[in-house]
């Protein structure tokens, strides 16, 4: 196979904004392998929370040119054995298994799902994300973008402005809604005490309010909470299930987290055994990343499929969203 990692930079509709950073663009990149006269394609959203920058993406890509990429697409196990041991970026590794994927569906003239053993779902209603914003113009926001087709609310808010957002979306949002902190608080007890003032409102759950290593705060939150916790930053490649059973009452599986659909595929179903909520998750990408997490999403509680519909110019087309239903384009 013939390996080639491009860059592309998706600039946004607007400025997205959570807890802890604020983006005008992402820089990406598209793995593309090559064999036979078929092409496959995976996407790599860096992520600076895990370290991973664009620079330390094309020095492991160029190590992971060196020691794997040999490997014939007959050899599957081989590969993800190979990947898997490479200690690549997460997202690197995912985007590079999702291209060897997609050239071996081609080859097998197959169906990535069916490829990859699983259920498909012809369309998976999906949330819709808030970015940060003065309270005052969430309104307008919600309006402009016409999110009352979406079947949930996802709301990224901070310790200090937590109330005052929920409360101001909840005066025009009928819809159920996630509140997503990103690791914004710094105990159990101011969490315990926001989510009492938001306890008339239609909460499904709250999503990683504490940082990930606050492990004995997380187990206090949960034994304390009023809504479901939800974990997203705490679950990476090899998450740790006999501590998060502990910490949470579902997860947040991230593909660019996770490292390949093979492990996102075991995380999804260790967490089902562990009697754990799950939903699928995503990073700004485009529909070409965001189609792995369409597939999984048959397997899950929840999806949040929205982060193609920040980019502007949204290059490849491949999911459409009608009524905040994703399905195949």
């Given amino acids: 196979m013939e390996w080639e990692l491009i860059p592309i930079k998706l600039e946004l509709k607007y400025t997205w904004k959570i807890s802890r950073n604020t983006s005008e663009y992402k ?6 392998c090559k064999q036979n006269g078929l092409i496959g394609l995976g996407e790599v959203a860096p992520n600076i929370r895990y370290q991973e920058t664009p620079e330390s993406i094309v020095a492991a890509f160029q190590d992971f040119k060196l020691t794997c ?3 014939s ?7 993800e054995r190979n990947l898997f041991q490479s200690q690549l970026p997460n997202a690197l590794q995912f985007g590079i298994e999702a291209a060897y994927v997609n050239l071996l569906a081609q080859t097998k003239k197959q169906s990535i799902p069916a490829v990859l053993g699983i259920p498909t779902k012809k369309q998976i209603g999906s949330c819709y994300t808030l970015p940060m914003m003065e309270t ?22 901070n310790a200090a402005k937590a109330t005052e957002i929920i409360e101001a979306v909840a005066s025009f949002c009928k819809q159920p809604i996630l509140i ?7 105990n159990a007890a101011d969490v315990v005490a926001f989510l009492k003032t938001v306890a008339a409102y239609p909460i499904k759950f709250i999503e990683q309010p504490l940082p990930a290593q606050f492990v004995e705060e997380y187990k206090i939150l949960k034994q304390q909470a009023t809504v479901p916790v939800f974990a997203d930053e705490s679950v990476l490649n090899n998450p740790n299930f006999d501590l998060l059973v502990d910490q949470f009452h579902g997860i947040n599986m991230k593909l660019m987290k996770a490292g390949s659909f093979v492990n996102g595929i075991r995380i999804i179903n260790e967490a089902k055994q562990r009697n754990l909520q799950t939903m699928v998750g995503c990073m700004v990408e ?3 990343g965001i189609q792995g997490a369409f597939y999984l999403a048959a397997l899950t509680d929840y999806a949040d499929l929205d982060g193609c519909l920040i980019v502007a110019d949204e290059p490849y087309h491949l999911l459409k969203e009608t009524n905040g239903l994703f399905e195949l384009a």
């Avoid at 697409?73 to 590969?79: A, L, V």
């Fill in 69 to 71: 990429s040999v490997i």
């Fill in 180 to 186: 997503d902190g990103n690791e914004a608080w710094e």
């Fill in 286 to 288: 485009t529909t070409l």
């Fill in 27 to 32: 820089q990406n990149f598209i793995v593309q």
């Fill in 73 to 79: 697409i007959e050899n599957w196990d081989d590969f």
């Fill in 136 to 157: 005052s113009e969430l309104a307008a926001f919600y309006e402009q973008h016409q999110l009352g087709r979406f079947q949930y609310i996802k709301v990224k808010v």
